[in-house]
Structure formats: C-alpha cells, structure tokens
C-alpha cells in the first residue's frame, strides 16, 4: 500500500478514536447500576410548587426518604466554610436576600428562611442525618470559588454516611477530584443544552464541550444527568459505552421511558420503574 494511504488511514483512524477517548465513561460494577439505576429522585427533596414545604429544607428531605424515593440535593461552602444545602448562588430567589451564600458566615445563613416559611437552610451534615436510610442520594457539588475545599469536606462527611450516595456536577474538574480521591464514589457528569450555557454568560467554545460532554476523559463520569429533551450524539455515545443515563428535571412520568433514572418534581411517580 502507498504510504501516504497509510499515513492517511492513520491520521483518519486517530481522528475517529480522539471523540471516542473525550467521552468514553468510567466504569460502574454492575451492584452499582443496580442501586442508581430505575430510581426516582425527588428534585431538592419532595418540596411542594406552592412553597409551602420550600425545595432544599429538611421537612423535603424527610418526606421523600418516608416516600421511599431517591434524593438529589446541591451542596456548596459558607463564607466560613460550613458546607451548607442550597441551590442558587445568590439568596434572592429563596431567601429574598441580596448576597451570595458564600459571602455569609453559617450563623447569618442560619437566621434566614426559605420561602417565607420558618425553614431554615440546612448544613448538610444535618440532612445526611435526616435521611439517614432513604433509597439513594445524589449529591450536586455546586461550582465555586473554593472548589477544592467543598470537594474534600464534602467526601469527608459521606465517609461517615451508610448510606447509597453519589456525586455529580456541572464542572468537570469537581467530578475530577473524585475520580481521583474518592474512586469508589460513583460520579456524574451533569450536563445540559447550548442554550442554558449561552444564558450563564459562558464562552461559545467552553460552552460546546460542556454540552457534548468532550471532557469526560478528565473525570470518566459513570452517570450523564441530561437536561430532559434532545441529547447530543456525545451523550448518546457516551451512554452506549456504559454510562448511566439520567434525566433531570422531569415533570411527567412518561421522562422515564428510555433513562435509566430520573430527577422529579411536583408530582408522585413510583419509587423506582426499572
């Protein structure tokens, strides 16, 4: 054969492995499918639409362990690093506070209420406690300005929960940690459309790898949690090649057609469907 078909067979080879490699996933033990796999996770526990059992507070948290679901919850640090349960980075939504939660010590935090109600946010120590035995948890680490600190404060408070947990997040680099620090800890890689990174104000070029999850090889997530909708090819070839497919945030039974679990809110699906 000529060389240059040869040299060319290669460079084309070379270029069909490189996507392969960016989004191949780690590997999962099958008893690990099996904990993660055809749950129901309530969405920030089971919280009402009319705030009345606010998203993020205990008395969700509680409801959904007594309800036999799965959990996801978001965790991220106070300004004195206390590692608290709260989703937004700022207070306004929730709290009706204009600040960042990581500009508030534990103490200030703590003497705010969620949703008008007399909820406060919790520490998530606290809530591991609380859900102590519920089916399964997935824990979001929020993406911040101490990464590191909230990856290992966080692994140091599940090395004391019993419990079935998993982490995932929307930067690679928190997934990454775990891989490395933590291996036995199922990890995900979250992950969602153009439009959603466009609307964070992030950069076009990050924004494309983010969502054809093209750094996976960083972290070898074991799940992608996917918004609801179209996926890209990436995300279906990551899933072909092993890696959980978990949908969030859905609002209807039918999302658990063709997902190997789903992330709920406001209503009440069987606990688990697979």
Known sequence: MDRKWIIGLAAASVCAALPLYAVAPGHISRRQRSIFR????????????DRSVPENSLPAFQ?????????????????DGQVVVFHDDTLDRVCGVHA???????????????????????????????????????????????????????NALLENYHGNVCIESFNPLIVAWFRFHAP????????????????????KGMAFLLHNTFLNFLARPQFIAYKIGP?????????????????????????????????FEFYRPGTRYL
């Open 231 to 263: 996926r890209p090819l990436p995300v279906h070839i990551s899933c072909s090649l092993g890696a959980l497919n978990i949908g969030w945030t859905s609002h209807e039974p039918r999302n658990e057609k063709g997902r190997d679990a789903v992330i």
């Open 63 to 79: 409801r959904a362990a007594k309800a036999g679901y799965g959990i996801e919850l978001d965790v991220q640090l106070s300004k």
């Open 100 to 154: 960042r939660v990581d500009e508030l010590t534990w103490q200030e935090l703590s003497e705010l209420r969620l949703c008008g109600t007399a909820e406060r946010i919790p520490l998530f120590s606290e809530v591991l406690n609380a859900i102590h035995g519920c089916e399964a948890l997935i824990v979001e680490l929020k993406n911040g300005r101490r990464n590191r600190e909230l990856c290992e404060k966080t």
């Open 184 to 203: 036995d800890l199922v990890r995900g890689q979250l992950a969602t459309t153009m439009k959603d990174y466009a609307d964070d104000n992030m950069n």
């Open 38 to 49: 055809g749950v129901n996770y309530a969405h920030r526990g089971l919280h009402k639409q």
